[in-house]
C-alpha cells in the first residue's frame, strides 16, 4: 500500500502525559501537514512541512505541541503534558510540489483520548 | 470564526434520489474548492474539486456547483446509493508558504441514503 500511513491508530493516555504520533507519507510527495479533527467537525490545520522545513503553524498548535520532519521523509507530531481537550483525530496529509491540483492525501489517522 | 459554512448537518435520502449539500465561504482568497468524503474510521478522501473560474463540474453521478459572486458552491449527488452514505466536507484552500494547500473545512454533512 503506498497511501499515508499513521501510528498508532489509537492512543489512550492519562492527562499529563507525552504522546507521539508517527506519519509516513506517500513516498514521493515532499509536502506534508498535519490537522486535527475532533467529534462532528471538520479537520483544522495545524502545520506544514515542504521538505524538512516546517513553513506554516497554526495558532492553535500551542507550545506543548511540537512536529518534526527530519530528513523530509516522515514525520512526528508530539504533544507534551496533554490535557483533556487534545483528545482528537490527528490527521496527517501530504502532496505533490509539482501537482498543479491542491489535493491533499490523507491517512486514517491517529485517534488520541485522554483520560 | 468559521470561514467556510455547510448544510445541512445531517441528510436522508432514499435510494435513487438527489442529495444536495451546500456551502459559503467569506475569504474571496480561496482558490480551490474540493469535496471530501470520509467514511467511519477512515481519512477523507478527495471526491471532485472545482476551481473558481468554472460554475460547473461533473465526474460521474457527483456534480459541484459554483457561484463565485455569492460565494457558494454545492455538491449534488445523482442517483444516490446505499454506498455513499458517509460524511461529505467542504472545503476551500488557500495557498501556504512555498505553495502548499491550506483547506480550511466545513463542518460537514453526514448523508444516510435509505434502501
Known amino acids: 500500500d503506498t497511501g499515508v500511513s499513521q501510528d498508532p491508530r489509537h492512543k489512550i493516555t492519562k492527562r499529563g502525559q507525552n504522546v507521539t504520533f508517527r506519519c509516513d507519507p506517500i513516498?514521493?510527495?515532499?509536502?506534508l501537514y498535519w490537522y486535527r479533527q475532533t467529534l462532528g467537525q471538520g479537520p483544522e490545520f495545524l502545520t506544514y512541512?515542504?521538505?524538512?522545513?516546517?513553513?506554516?503553524k497554526s495558532r492553535l498548535l500551542s507550545d506543548r505541541f511540537s512536529a518534526e520532519r527530519p530528513k523530509g521523509s516522515f514525520s512526528t507530531l508530539e504533544i507534551q503534558r496533554t490535557e483533556q481537550g487534545d483528545s482528537a483525530m490527528y490527521l496527517c496529509?501530504?502532496?505533490?510540489?509539482?501537482?498543479?491540483?491542491?489535493?491533499?492525501?490523507f491517512g486514517e489517522g491517529s485517534r488520541l483520548t485522554v483520560l | 470564526q468559521q470561514q467556510v459554512k455547510q448544510s445541512p448537518q445531517s441528510l436522508i435520502v432514499q435510494k435513487g434520489g438527489i442529495s444536495i449539500i451546500n456551502c459559503a465561504y467569506e475569504?474571496?482568497?480561496?482558490?480551490?474548492f474540493p469535496w471530501y468524503q470520509q467514511f467511519p474510521g477512515k481519512g477523507p478522501a478527495l471526491l471532485i474539486a472545482?476551481?473558481?473560474?468554472?460554475s460547473e463540474k461533473k465526474e460521474g453521478r457527483f456534480t459541484i456547483s459554483f457561484n463565485k459572486s455569492a460565494k457558494q458552491f454545492s455538491l449534488h449527488i445523482m442517483d444516490s446509493q446505499p454506498g455513499d452514505s458517509a460524511t461529505y466536507f467542504c472545503a476551500a484552500r488557500a495557498e501556504l508558504t512555498g505553495g502548499g494547500n491550506k483547506l480550511t473545512f466545513g463542518t460537514g454533512t453526514q448523508l444516510k441514503v435509505e434502501l
Open positions: 475569504n474571496t482568497a480561496f482558490d480551490y
Open positions: 513516498s514521493e510527495h515532499n509536502r
Open positions: 496529509a501530504s502532496s505533490f510540489r509539482l501537482a498543479n491540483t491542491g489535493e491533499l492525501f
Open positions: 472545482i476551481r473558481p473560474d468554472v
Open positions: 512541512f515542504q521538505n524538512e522545513a516546517q513553513l506554516e
